[in-house]
Nanobody
Framework: QVQLVESGGGLVQAGDSLRLSCALSGRTLSRFYMGWFRQAPGKEREFVAALNWSVGSTYYADSAKGRFTISRDNAKNTVYLQMNSLKAEDTAIYYC????????????????WGQGTQVTVSS
C-alpha cells in the first residue's frame, strides 16, 4: 500500500520556476520507478519525467528536456520536479505516480497515483 501526495503547484508567469513535491507513505520499496505526468483539460495524460528510485536514473519527455529536473530525497521519501523556464503550454494538473515493476512512459501501467497539483502558467 502506497500513498502519494503532490504539492507545490501554483500560478506563475511564463519564464518563472516551480518546484513540485511528491511525498510517499506506506510501503515504500527500494526498487521502483516514480513518474511525473500532466493532464490539461480535454487532453490525454502525458508523460513528463521518471526516476529509478534505487539508482537515481532519470528520464524525460522531449517537452521537459533542458527545463525540468526530477530528483529524490530518500531520507524524506520525497520526489521533486524542478520546473524552469515555464511556458503557457506547461499549464496542466501534474500527477505523481509509482510503478512497482519497471520504467514506462505509459500512464496506464503505473500502480499508484496522487490526486494532482495544478500548475498554471500565464503569458
Amino acid at each position: 500500500q502506497v500513498q502519494l501526495v503532490e504539492s507545490g503547484g501554483g500560478l506563475v508567469q511564463a519564464g518563472d520556476s516551480l518546484r513540485l513535491s511528491c511525498a510517499l507513505s506506506g510501503r515504500t520499496l527500494s526498487r521502483f520507478y516514480m513518474g511525473w505526468f500532466r493532464q490539461a483539460p480535454g487532453k490525454e495524460r502525458e508523460f513528463v519525467a521518471a526516476l529509478n528510485w534505487s539508482v537515481g536514473s532519470t528520464y524525460y519527455a522531449d517537452s521537459a528536456k533542458g527545463r525540468f529536473t526530477i530528483s529524490r530525497d530518500n531520507a524524506k521519501n520525497t520526489v521533486y520536479l524542478q520546473m524552469n523556464s515555464l511556458k503557457a503550454e506547461d499549464t496542466a494538473i501534474y500527477y505523481c505516480a509509482a510503478n512497482m515493476d519497471y520504467y514506462s512512459t505509459d500512464a496506464t501501467v503505473y500502480d499508484y497515483w496522487g490526486q494532482g497539483t495544478q500548475v498554471t502558467v500565464s503569458s
